[in-house]
């Protein structure tokens, strides 16, 4: 395994639309999962999309919220999100392309999701809260968007050290974290 070169803001491949995995079954795409797996934990991230480490494929990977930063993580290729009603929420969003920010992000707080797991098998579910939040992130940057795109109120976007230090509250004013 390898820790890979994560890429940031401003350069091309996080804009673009990332192409559709044939077979995630092959060994440089399980190469790549356990590469992704790796540099997430490294990095201290909860979720990673292959744009982000210059792989222009739909594919991304996550930890459980809540889960050991250097615990086990979940890939999903080619995966589709639908929201499961209209119920919107605000959080806050760091991204290990846009290091060092975070922003307000709002985003359906219940999703349905559907893809191919590591062995390419189909599978579906619903997520919600934070790992509802994880996937969306993910799957955006599967579609060349990055969360400052869907913030609404730039105001709400600051540097991790001053919003922690003026300990801004969380959207919806339940207090900071």
């Not at 092959?26 to 982000?52: I, N, S, Y």
Request: hydrophobic letters at 40%; aromatic letters at 4%.
């Amino acid at each position: 395994m390898a820790i890979l070169k994560i890429a940031r803001m401003g350069h091309p491949v996080l804009l673009a639309r990332a192409a559709p995995v044939a077979d995630p079954t092959g060994p440089e795409m399980r190469r790549l999962v356990a590469d992704m797996a790796e540099t997430m934990h490294d990095a201290g991230g909860v979720g990673l999309a292959a744009p982000q480490v210059h792989v222009p494929l739909r594919l991304f990977v996550w930890r459980s919220p809540g889960g050991p930063v250097g615990g086990g993580a979940s890939v999903l290729f080619n995966p589709v999100l639908s929201p499961l009603d209209d119920e919107v929420v605000t959080g806050w969003e760091g991204c290990l392309s846009i290091p060092g920010l975070r922003g307000a992000v709002p985003r359906a707080r219940r999703i349905r999701f559907a893809g191919l797991d590591g062995e390419g098998r189909p599978v579906e579910g619903e997520a919600e809260d934070m790992l509802a939040r994880i996937m969306q992130h993910e799957a955006d940057h599967l579609d060349g968007t990055l969360y400052t795109m869907r913030m609404p109120d730039l105001s709400r976007l600051g540097f991790n050290e001053e919003l922690a230090r003026f300990a801004p509250p969380k959207p919806g004013g339940e207090g900071s974290r």
